[in-house]
């Protein structure tokens, strides 16, 4: 059978207007593009997820990366949880503004990756963020997400979604049971799924610690990668934890993280309060260097111990006198 021939059509890069990546949250979720949020079952990927949906449905935003101005419109999709007896409860419980929060009826028809329901739907509803959880359950029938010839057809497809109506997908799967592999290739199907993503965040685990659990960026093609973050899963809900010191590697392997960062910023600022009154911040920013510190997180550190900095002439330090212990 003699194949059709395409059109040729070339596009000048001159005719194409530059535009800059606007974020949900930077430099984690974009809008306009796909996001993938990946991790074991049971480790909390669903649970970090609806609790950024209740946030943006109240305008909140998880920390001060997320800049809202206004609540936003979600849609939500779960093919493993009921809506009545978990979906609903769980963001009651993150006090979520529910009449933000939307989800598209399959009693009659189950959805896909490509079903036209998905467009109409973030139309009508303005949705800023789509969530489709887990990615195995929207495939479509006869559809084989190991295939990549598939997997690249249906990623595209939702990708062009988000890009014309610059709302934010996030597909949310689960790793295959590859231990020790690498983070890209332990996601649930084809690697075009990975690659179609502009990022990716894996939610796990912090060995030795029962109820924390980590979400560590394992691709950005956007931006540089974020600072691993960390919320916590209790008898009271979700806890928001911030910024943690642990890498894909400790969360994928189950080892416990080195000395965590914060506390070692935190003890290296009492030391020096122990025989300083104040210093200048450049000394102290090689000392933390030294030891491995990032500028970021001794910034942290010095903010929870109440440190005040000061500035002499051109020169700034640090007032350790008044460190909280």
Not at 124 to 129: D, I, Q, R, V, Y
Not at 142 to 160: F, I, P, Q, S, Y
Request: charged share 30%; glycine share 8%.
């Amino acid at each position: 059978m003699e194949e059709t021939k395409t059109e040729l059509q070339l596009i000048k890069l001159s005719e194409i207007q530059s535009q800059e990546v606007s974020w949900l949250w930077f430099p984690f979720i974009p809008y306009g593009k796909l996001t993938i949020v990946q991790g074991d079952p049971g480790d909390g990927k669903t649970t970090f997820i609806l609790n950024i949906a209740a946030k943006l449905s109240k305008g909140e935003g998880l920390d001060s990366e997320m800049k809202l101005t206004e609540p936003l419109n979600v849609i939500y999709q779960s093919a493993e949880d009921g809506l009545a007896d978990t979906v609903k409860p769980r963001l009651e419980q993150a006090k979520a503004d529910c009449e933000k929060i939307s989800v598209i009826d399959e009693r009659i028809k189950s959805l896909s990756m490509i079903d036209v329901r998905l467009e109409e739907a973030v139309i009508k509803t303005g949705a800023k963020l789509l969530i489709l959880d887990p990615i195995q359950a929207y495939l479509g029938g006869g559809m084989d997400m190991n295939r990549a010839n598939e997997a690249r057809d249906m990623t595209k497809k939702l990708a062009a979604l988000a890009e014309k109506y610059q709302c934010a997908i996030v597909l949310v799967g689960h790793m295959n049971k590859a231990a020790g592999n690498k983070a890209a290739y332990r996601g649930m199907g084809s690697i075009d799924f990975f690659a179609v993503a502009r990022s990716v965040l894996l939610v796990g685990r912090v060995e030795g610690e029962e109820n924390i659990r980590a979400v560590v960026q394992i691709k950005n093609n956007l931006a540089a990668f974020g600072h691993p973050k960390a919320f916590a899963l209790s008898e009271d809900g979700f806890q928001w934890l911030g910024d943690y010191e642990i890498t894909a590697d400790e969360v994928l392997g189950g080892i416990a993280p080195k000395a965590n960062k914060m506390e070692q910023a935190k003890r290296l600022l009492r030391e020096l309060a122990e025989t300083n009154n104040a210093m200048q911040s450049n000394e102290i920013f090689n000392l933390a260097d030294e030891q491995g510190i990032s500028k970021r997180t001794l910034e942290n550190a010095k903010k929870e111990l109440g440190v005040r900095a000061k500035r002499i002439n051109n020169t700034w330090y640090w007032e350790l006198d008044k460190i909280r212990q």
